[in-house]
């Protein structure tokens, strides 16, 4: 019986060495690449360096990239960025702010689960709402700020736009390419067999990227006298 039991407690910690390479093996060969891709936060201590942009451009291929140009356009970003944050309103805000008016609406939702926590504690039954520690209040998503500095930009900064696009299109992980399939077998059911591929696509990206709520969104088809034609006919198909 002893002697099953050390079998045993062997086997399992060369099951659980190996899970340990196998995960080792996985992360350890891009764990450069995506370091580099890291200091495009805004919370990074590398953020807005020459030097990261030609490491992170030698590991990956933009067609038609003007190294040369991007240069310039990069010094034009990075005074642009710093001009901003010497505003008297904090950079933070400035995104709120700008997007809330892209949008038309102030997307509290969000902003409030960064910027403030629920107290559960027991002095109040429905819980209080307190301020968070500064460093979550100064938390900048990187992809709002960069679309924020690219469109507010005074110059045109093709090349940096380019190489910002490409790297925020390479995904961490895979999740969210599951739920776009999650979301189409909710779409594409039996009932609604009769769609196309176009139409499946189309409905998808506005389930993806649309911030537009029920109502907002009924609103802003009345004004769209095509589309309204089409989806009375059977174009919808």
Known sequence: MKKKSEILVKTFDLFINQVIEYIKSYYDDYSEFY??????SAQSFKFLTWKNIIDVLNMIDIDDLDK???????????SLYYNLKTKNIKLNDQIKSYFSSKTNEFR????????????????????????????????????????YILNTSPNATPNFKKMICYIFSIPCSNSFVESIFSNMKHCWNDYRNRMDIELIS????????????????????????????????????
């Open 35 to 40: 370091e580099k891709l890291s200091y495009f």
């Open 68 to 78: 040369d140009k991007l240069y310039s356009e990069f010094y034009d970003i990075k």
């Open 108 to 147: 509290a939702s969000n902003f409030t689960n960064q910027n403030f926590v629920h107290d559960n504690s027991d002095s109040n039954d429905e819980g209080t709402i307190s301020l968070s520690n500064k460093k979550d209040e100064d938390f900048i998503k990187s992809h709002e700020l960069w679309a």
């Open 202 to 237: 189309s409905e998808l990206k506005i389930r993806m990227n649309s911030n537009y709520y029920c109502n907002q969104f009924y609103k802003r088809i009345l004004t769209e006298t095509q589309l309204l034609k089409q989806i009375r006919q059977n174009a919808k198909y």
